[in-house]
């Protein structure tokens, strides 16, 4: 599924680039937020809506449309949305970042 979506084209790219699409897709509004809420445990549609400041429910459920198809987020057999192996991969790579961020803000 992953393949899928690096061989898209991509906003502002023609040639379809993987690190293009990844960036189109975390590049989304409200995509970054989805898999920071999930990066410690699932949540259900409504616990994640709320996590994310009351988005658009519409919004919210086009990009763990994306996100699914992208391989990064996963529909659990409670009903709850996860990240699925390569999702918490991303999200590790985030940590460097995040942790900047944190030094950077005080």
């Known amino acids: 599924m992953a393949k899928q979506a690096a061989s898209?084209?991509?906003r502002g790219s023609r040639t379809g680039r993987?690190?293009?699409a990844l960036l189109d897709l975390l590049g989304q509004r409200w995509s970054l937020?989805?898999?920071w809420e999930l990066r410690e445990e699932p949540l259900t549609s409504r616990a994640l809506r709320t996590a994310c400041d009351e988005a658009s429910p519409t919004v919210l459920q086009a990009r763990?449309?994306?996100l699914r198809e992208a391989g990064f987020v996963e529909l659990?057999?409670?009903g709850g949305y996860g990240l699925t192996?390569?999702?918490?991969e991303l999200c590790e790579t985030f940590m460097p970042l995040h942790r900047f961020a944190e030094r950077w803000k005080k």
């Not at 192996?85 to 918490?88: A, D, I, S, V, Y």
């Open 18 to 20: 993987p690190i293009m």
């Open 64 to 66: 763990l449309t994306e």
């Open 33 to 35: 937020r989805i898999l």
């Open 76 to 78: 659990g057999k409670g």
């Open 8 to 10: 898209k084209k991509v």
């Open 85 to 88: 192996p390569l999702g918490r």
